[in-house]
């Protein structure tokens, strides 16, 4: 099923209203028809923007093309939209899709999909260290607090890595993270 307009100077053709994805599997793909309905050339862009990431600060799909050469009237562009990841990172659920068409000449049009993103794959979690210099004496034992930032619930208790080998930091305690919720994970340490 698809949905059209036909009361702008901006034809607008999307997909069913409901688009899945599924973060591992293959990308989700679809295409949005534009017309240039109105009686002279114009140019047409397309962008899609999700609650939470309006500012497309994470690259999360590929439009092609990404502006349509002149156009004139009765004309039609055809965007290839390729989903290549969830706007909102570590997000799963049913969540608003706002295409909009914008051009130069005529203005601009806007359309809602909504996709739902299974949860699978990695989820991220965000991490943050509130201090980033630290202070002690030799065998003094350091508290480094650590913000976890999970949108879901974790099954496995989360283990740090990737710190210098000399601290041998590892897992402190098992962290059990409730949904969209936000823990400070203490390690302790002896810095020698």
């Known amino acids: 099923m698809t949905f059209t307009t036909t009361d702008t100077r901006i034809g607008l053709t999307v997909p069913a209203q409901t688009l899945h994805y599924t973060p591992g599997a293959d990308p989700t793909q679809f295409v949005v028809e534009v017309v240039n309905q109105s009686d002279r050339f114009a140019t047409m862009q397309l962008d899609l923007f999700a609650p939470g990431n309006e500012d497309n600060s994470t690259v999360w799909y590929d439009l092609t093309p990404e502006i349509s050469t002149r156009k004139p009237p009765g004309d039609r562009t055809n965007f290839h939209i390729t989903i290549l990841g969830s706007p909102i990172p570590g997000f799963a ?12 000449e005529l203005g601009e049009e806007r359309r809602i999909i909504r996709l739902y993103i299974d949860p699978g794959g990695e989820l991220p979690i965000e991490i943050k260290m509130p201090v980033r210099q630290f ?27 990737g710190l210098m080998a000399f601290l041998q930091i590892g897992l402190l305690a098992a962290l059990n993270i409730p949904s969209i919720s936000q823990q400070i994970a203490p390690l302790k340490r002896r810095l020698c």
Not at 93 to 104: D, K, P
């Open 93 to 104: 659920g049913l969540t608003n899709l706002t295409i909009r068409v914008t051009s130069l």
């Open 135 to 161: 202070q002690s004496s030799p065998l003094e034992q350091v508290h480094i607090p650590i913000y976890l930032k999970e949108c879901h619930p974790m099954k496995k208790a989360p283990r740090v890595y």
